[in-house]
């Protein structure tokens, strides 16, 4: 039956997990330990790709019935690719070098069965208005850049420096989902939601030890 077909989120990210319950989807979480370190001469959006597909491949093995979804967002400006800050002056730099500029995010998104794969990558362009230093070390100082690609969370505190989207906004959050019920129609007419066959917004989140991702 295609509403018994399990949705598995290979992310421990729980922006990722938000924005999956916010758009009514009914999943598990089961994270993915993998090297997400660049290859040489790999692009931003063939890097995301790989890393995508490496995630959700690694948890599809231990989940034989289900659909996993695996993603990785990455912010790019000047053909640089910005991951997590390592600390606060890492933070602040990134912050400085989108100061005033525009960045693309971009998220590449995977789905994987035992015998079945899709993946592509959405892109958005994100513009910065200027930033004092003031307001890079009262941003900083709120520990909100911590683990985030680009050092910002346009969701929250770093929503007022934005002055321009072009493109998804819940891609720069971590996860396009219309690219992502786009894929699940591929494998299925009607993709998993909450409210379904389990019963109203019946959520199942299962949490195993690894390392946090990217956004």
Known sequence: MIRRVRLVLASRSPRRADLLTSAGYDFEVAPADIDERLLD???????????AREKAARVAWDHPRAIVLGAD????????????????????????????????????????????????????????????????????????PGGKAGAYAIQGRAARFVTRIEGSYTNVVGLPIALVDHLLREFLPDPPRAGG???????????????????
């Open 73 to 144: 967002t990455v912010v790019v400006i000047d053909a640089v690719m910005l991951g997590k800050p390592a600390d606060d002056a890492d933070a602040a730099g990134m912050l400085g070098r989108l100061s005033g500029r525009t960045h693309d995010v971009l998220t590449g998104v995977a789905l994987h069965t035992r015998n079945a794969q899709r993946c592509d990558v959405d892109s958005t362009r994100v513009t910065f208005r200027e930033l004092t230093a003031a307001e890079v070390a009262w941003y900083v100082g709120s520990g909100e």
């Open 41 to 51: 001469g790999e692009t931003p959006a063939a890097h995301v790709r790989r890393l």
């Open 197 to 215: 066959a389990r019963g109203p917004v019946d959520v199942r989140v299962r949490r195993r030890a690894g390392r946090a991702h990217r956004r």
